[in-house]
Nanobody, 124 residues
Framework: QVQLVESGGGLVQAGGSLRLSCAAS????????MGWFRQAPGKEREFVAAIDWSGRNTNYASSVKGRLTISRDNAESTIYLQMNNLKPEDSAVYYC?????????????????WGQGTQVTVSS
């Protein structure tokens, strides 16, 4: 069983930066693709970024490309999301997810283990 715990969210002004962390425990996640999703009030959960087991392959939503960077440290069983040049439309609850069936996907259905989420609020 894999448990994921996100941290690092908070309130930041537009143009600012945050780094989200996702700490995994229980069974190792080092072999799984991992992803970040977000959900704003009244909206569906949307894909943000994904990374393969090695860290060499990544995928981003077009709305965040060039501003957000996903990375992983398998020695620490931690996945990161570096968020730069934040915009008010980035405000949402951010979720970390593991694809324990080894799917490489931008759909939430491709990920089967989720954290509880961390709130990011960007003020204008």
């Amino acid at each position: 069983q894999v448990q994921l715990v996100e941290s690092g969210g908070g309130l930041v002004q537009a143009g600012g930066s945050l780094r989200l962390s996702c700490a995994a425990s229980g069974r190792t996640v080092n072999n799984y693709p991992m992803g970040w999703f977000r959900q704003a009030p009244g909206k569906e959960r949307e894909f943000v970024a994904a990374i393969d087991w090695s860290g060499r392959n990544t995928n981003y939503a077009s709305s965040v490309k060039g501003r957000l960077t996903i990375s992983r440290d398998n020695a620490e069983s931690t996945i990161y999301l570096q968020m730069n040049n934040l915009k008010p439309e980035d405000s949402a609850v951010y979720y970390c997810a593991a694809a324990t069936r080894y799917t490489w996907s931008t759909a939430a259905s491709g990920f089967d283990t989720w954290g509880q989420g961390t709130q990011v609020t960007v003020s204008s």
